[in-house]
């Protein structure tokens, strides 16, 4: 098969298209002839050498798919050949085939395209775990999101608003009025606004119950600070840094503070497959009314997976950006 590879760790340009073993699915797998994949953080970071495949994944980037069943594993039940699926993958996205296990792949529906499809997994699936099953955020409360113009960003602006929350968010100013589409009530403006300040503000100084970090050191203790008593820190990134020289612990104490720090890829494909399971669940019926919908950037034929990854790292997109596999 055709896939993306990298010629050794380093900048975009050591990605070229080459080619790969075709994988075979296991008993309990399915064959996917890819139509479309999606970019992420962690696509960028595995290719520098900085974020290496859990165990047993392959070595392929590419943590979601779309595209048609073209081979079944002896045990497979849900699925066959010429469905149309789309998932997530622990890797080997970047590639003409990929195999996923059965319960981990969703029926596509008619009503989104390859492309839409590919842009829903990672991102809507780690904004999901990270509200409803970490933060475990409730109707009515207040939630702050950070780079809320990310993939994860404008899934999460969605699924609180679709959980009855109220959604404040932090954006460059370009980028502000795609969260108040998507149902964000206000936009900080990160660059030129303190947020901490701004939130008090909006919140009449209660703060809020949620606060969803992908920046972590530089917003630790601000973060702290915005969270209402029995509040929520959910870390799932450090893009801005790792070590915090020193906040107050009385913080922690006195609010009754909690600090969750999670990531989704390494998890135990039990848990990613229950995770997939009451995501689909909840998000398939919002899909169709167009409560909830994949926030595209821009869509590369994978031929340009260069230049793809040059923007992302410019930081100049607004939610997904697609590899075409043609």
Not at 155 to 161: N, R, T
């Amino acid at each position: 098969m055709q896939a993306i590879l990298v010629k050794s760790p380093g900048d975009a340009e050591q990605m070229y298209l080459g080619e790969a073993p075709t994988p075979s699915p296991k008993a309990q797998e399915i064959l996917v002839k890819v139509h479309a994949t999606a970019l992420n953080r962690a696509d960028t970071l595995q290719r520098r050498g900085m974020y290496p495949p859990p165990a047993g994944a392959s070595e392929i980037l590419g943590m979601e798919i779309s595209g048609e069943v073209i081979e079944i594993g002896a045990e497979v039940t849900h699925w066959k050949q010429g469905d149309k699926v789309f998932g997530l993958l622990s890797g080997g996205g970047y590639a003409t085939h990929a195999s996923i296990h059965q319960d981990m792949a969703m029926k596509l529906p008619e009503y989104l395209s390859y492309e839409e499809a590919a842009a829903i997994p990672e991102v809507f699936l780690t904004a999901f775990q990270a509200l409803k099953w970490l933060a475990k955020l409730q109707p009515s409360e207040k939630i702050l999101i950070h780079a809320a113009a990310s993939g994860v960003g404008t899934a999460a602006i969605q699924l609180a608003k679709a959980m009855n929350a109220e959604v404040y968010a932090t954006a460059s100013a370009p980028k502000h009025q795609i969260c108040y589409e998507l149902g964000a009530t206000k936009v900080i403006d990160y660059q030129s606004q303190n947020f901490q300040e701004q939130i008090q503000q909006y919140s009449q100084t209660k703060g809020v119950d949620v606060v969803l970090d992908f920046i972590a050191a530089p917003y630790f203790e601000q973060n702290l600070q915005v969270l209402h008593t029995d509040g929520r820190l959910v870390i799932l990134a450090l893009l801005g840094g790792l070590e915090v020289e020193k906040f107050n612990l009385g913080l922690l104490l006195r609010k009754r503070l909690q600090i969750i720090g999670s990531t989704l890829r390494a998890r135990s494909q039990a848990y990613q497959i229950s995770l997939t399971q009451e995501f689909w669940d909840f998000a398939a019926a919002l899909f169709e009314n167009k409560t909830l919908r994949p926030v595209i950037d821009t869509v590369y034929p994978w031929q340009e997976v260069i230049k793809a990854h040059q923007h992302m790292e410019a930081n100049q997109n607004i939610g997904k950006i697609i590899l075409k596999v043609i």
